[in-house]
């Protein structure tokens, strides 16, 4: 006996938390790639720049296919926000620019959180096909947390959480 939940992942109906999420994951696309493209202009170093590029790639490709999912469920998508013209990072006032550490620590930040929704989505699937879209996005924003991580070292932009140097002694063992 066939049900409504079995055969093609495709052709089964998105509950409300995945056409929820797959929502939110577009919506949320569309708004990191306007402030990558902001970032791209503030930002000066080279391999920053190579990151980010790498960033607007993956928003890009993330609003592509949860707004064609969402559009071939009938769900109306948000509107994409319009691209931001590039501009030289010279003509930004030196008081107005976004430093290279802090656009580094931002994306990091995103990148993390952007991990934990990639999870969720994951757990909360019950179509498959939504299930490994998430996973596969988890897996390039992993591989991007890590170079954005090497980055921050490399380049001593990165501040630690306070460190334990030196442990207590164990008392009475």
């Not at 093609?8 to 577009?26: A, D, L, R, T």
């Not at 802090?102 to 019950?126: F, H, K, N, R």
């Not at 991007?144 to 009475?172: D, F, Y």
Request: proline share 7%; hydrophobic share 40%; charged share 20%.
């Amino acid at each position: 006996m066939m049900g409504i939940l079995s055969g093609n992942p495709k052709n089964e109906p998105m509950h409300y938390g995945e056409i929820f999420s797959v929502w939110q994951c577009s919506t949320v696309a569309k708004g990191a790639l306007s402030f990558y493209q902001a970032f791209s202009n503030h930002a000066g170093d080279k391999e920053l720049k190579k990151i980010l590029e790498a960033l607007i790639d993956q928003a890009k490709l993330e609003i592509k296919e949860c707004d064609t999912l969402l559009i071939d469920n009938g769900i109306a998508t948000t509107p994409v926000l319009p691209e931001r013209p590039p501009v030289k990072l010279e003509d930004i006032p030196v008081g107005a620019r976004i430093t290279d550490p802090e656009i580094a620590a931002s994306i990091a930040s995103d990148t993390s959180m952007g991990l934990v929704a990639c999870s969720q989505v994951m757990g909360q699937s019950i179509r498959e096909d939504i299930g490994a879209l998430f996973a596969k996005y988890h897996v390039t924003k992993t591989a991007l947390g890590l170079r954005i991580l090497q980055m921050s070292k490399e380049k001593g932009w990165l501040i630690p959480p306070p460190l334990q140097v030196k442990r207590p002694e164990a008392v009475g063992v």
